[in-house]
């Protein structure tokens, strides 16, 4: 069984940064490639940002410029480093292998003055 454990949410100022990160306790990011993915209250989860196995990435037009997704395969860690935060970033973070079959805990970004 994989598990995924996020860290790095928390309260920042609007134009802050954080970096989250996501422990795979498997090389599956790797094989499936992994996602970032929020969830704000009264709204669905949306996919934030991906990397496959190859190293592509893809971001949502929200945060195009802003995010940067990445992956360390020696250490089975996902990253999502937040730049320019803003309000509307505010939201419950999740990471997924690419394939969506494991999930981490989430871990909640606030964004506010």
């Known amino acids: 069984q994989v598990r995924l454990v996020e860290s790095g949410g928390g309260l920042v100022q609007p134009g802050g940064s954080l970096r989250l990160s996501c422990a795979a306790s498997g090389s599956i990011f790797s094989i499936n490639g992994m996602g970032w993915y929020r969830q704000a209250p009264g709204k669905e989860r949306a996919l934030v940002a991906a990397?496959?196995?190859?190293?592509?990435?893809n971001y949502a037009d929200s945060v195009k410029g802003r995010f940067i997704i990445s992956r360390d395969n020696v250490k089975n860690t996902g990253y999502l480093q937040m730049n320019s935060l803003k309000p509307e970033d505010t939201a419950v973070y999740f990471c997924?292998?690419?394939?969506?079959?494991?999930w981490g805990q989430g871990t909640q970004v606030t964004v506010s003055s």
């Open positions: 997924a292998d690419g394939r969506r079959l494991y």
């Open positions: 990397i496959t196995s190859g190293g592509s990435t």
